[in-house]
């Protein structure tokens, strides 16, 4: 089956998005046919900076390879690398209307908190569609921010096929219920926009602060504590077994633990699960070139499987040359 997603490079990656969308993609590599790529025209709708665009960029390759991506066992590329993406963007703009995209949640929040949006901003659900459909897409891995833009992606593969002929593949979204929204240090979603991410990437002494600083209510050290309600203990759970969840939930219901321990055992399982990728992102730092080699070699694959798509679109459409 193949599976595909991308992830912007427009901040550090952190915790949202290693367990909503990195780690299924590993899970997935041994078994399926996976397409990634960094979404870095999509960080074009927020962009700061060029030097900025390019940090994060090589961050994300260096991250996720880190994190044990294995490109010969996926496709990995950047999204800019392959351009096709941006013709089959303006075929598929026929295939969905402008009040559709005015509903869009993730535009809309935007402007609510006073961003001023490009035209990019508004129709981004668009390249996002192209870049499901150009790869065909069959499975997408993403966290529930990205569940309406997974509807917009398969309302304009129907609409086009209906319209034009069945050429593209309709995808379906892959949503885990655990994982579907981490909460970020103050308990709303964990998002670069909002400012309340845990790094994993960070230094020790980043995250550090960061685990430090989430919210928590103002009990004492003694007092039993409810785990359900703590932002704490819905992180903590992600990196423990249902054994060890259990574990952790006493010590948070006996009390004699103060919010200050329960961090510092957060702290603990987020420098070791991630301690030996730290290793590895730290050699691949001092090799770029594999790196720039490992995207050049996904380009290629990537190019090669784009190339047909467009293909068969062009002379569904009835595209000159015919
Ligand atoms: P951000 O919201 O921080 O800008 P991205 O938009 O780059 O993150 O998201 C990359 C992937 O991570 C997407 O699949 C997205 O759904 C997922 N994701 C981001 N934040 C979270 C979160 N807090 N919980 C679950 N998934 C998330
Ligand atoms: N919009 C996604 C996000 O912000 C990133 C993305 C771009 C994506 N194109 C995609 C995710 C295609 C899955 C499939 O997280």
């Given amino acids: 089956m193949r599976v595909l997603t991308g992830l912007q490079p427009s901040g550090k990656l952190h915790l949202g998005n290693y367990f909503s969308a990195i780690k299924k993609i590993l899970d997935y590599q041994s078994t399926e046919d996976l397409f990634l790529f960094i979404a870095n025209l999509h960080a074009l709708t927020t962009f700061r900076s060029k030097e900025e665009l390019k940090s994060f960029t090589m961050e994300c390759a260096i991250d996720l390879l880190a994190l044990g991506v294995d490109p010969q066992k996926s496709v990995f590329w950047v999204q800019s690398d392959v351009p096709e993406v941006t013709e089959l963007t303006w075929y598929l703009s026929q295939s969905i209307t402008v009040s559709q995209l005015q509903l ?14 490009g035209a990019g901003l508004f129709t981004y659900p668009i390249l996002m569609a192209s870049d499901i459909l150009l790869f065909s897409a069959e499975k997408v891995p993403v966290g529930k921010d990205q569940k309406q833009h997974l509807e917009f992606s398969r309302d304009i593969a129907e609409r086009f096929n209906a319209q034009f002929g069945p050429v593209l593949t309709i995808p379906e979204p892959d949503i885990d219920e655990n994982t579907a929204t981490v909460p970020g240090v103050d308990g709303a979603k964990m998002s670069k926009s909002y400012k309340n991410t845990i790094d994993f990437f960070g230094t020790e002494k980043e995250i550090k602060k960061q685990v430090m600083s989430i919210v ?3 009990k004492a050290v ?9 932002v704490i203990f819905q992180i903590h759970s992600l990196f423990l077994t249902s054994a060890e969840k259990s574990v952790q939930m006493e010590k948070y219901k006996q009390g004699g633990a103060g919010y200050g321990d329960l961090k510092k055992d957060l702290l603990d399982s987020i420098l070791g699960h991630f301690a030996p990728y730290r290793v590895k992102r730290e ?11 490992v995207l050049k070699e996904g380009k290629e694959k990537a190019k090669k499987v784009a190339e047909k798509k467009l293909e068969d679109v062009r002379k569904t459409l009835g595209i000159y040359p015919f």
């Fill in 104 to 117: 869009a949640h993730s535009f809309k929040d935007k402007v609510a908190k006073g961003f001023v949006p």
């Fill in 216 to 218: 928590s209510d103002s």
């Fill in 283 to 293: 050699e691949l730092t001092r090799n770029l070139d594999y790196v720039h080699q």
């Fill in 222 to 230: 003694e007092e039993p504590k409810d785990p359900e309600t703590s």
